[in-house]
Nanobody, 124 residues
């Protein structure tokens, strides 16, 4: 069974850091882009970052300079390093695969596999 599993969420104080992991199970991320989305309470889900198979990256303005996306050499995991976290970063974070391997964020229907989400809470 093919699916994605996110991990690494938790509660952190403002200014703190977390590293999220997105692991593919039952398949690899060869020739596949991966994006991170988040959904805060009462808000629509938004894309925050993406990485292509060859390592090209995209960041939304809200996280640029604070978040860093990367992928491992085994093409199984994608990471989202989140630094200088702010209360407005509080959300459930999801990863999703883009079979078209594009830079940027696109319509959610374009992504074929999604994880179950991991909660990130930034509060004092």
């Amino acid at each position: 069974q093919m699916h994605l599993v996110e991990s690494g969420g938790g509660k952190v104080q403002p200014g703190g850091s977390l590293r999220l992991s997105c692991a593919a199970s039952g398949f690899t991320l060869d020739y596949t882009g991966v994006a991170w989305f988040r959904q805060a309470p009462g808000k629509e889900r938004e894309g925050v970052s993406s990485i292509t198979y060859d390592g090209s990256t995209y960041y939304s303005e809200s996280v640029k300079g604070r978040f860093s996306i990367s992928r491992d050499d085994e093409k199984i995991r994608v990471y989202l390093q989140m630094n200088n976290l702010k209360p407005e970063d509080t959300a459930v974070y999801y990863c999703a695969t883009d079979p078209r391997d594009r830079v940027g964020i696109y319509d959610e229907g374009d992504y074929d596999y999604w994880g179950q989400g991991t909660q990130v809470t930034v509060a004092s």
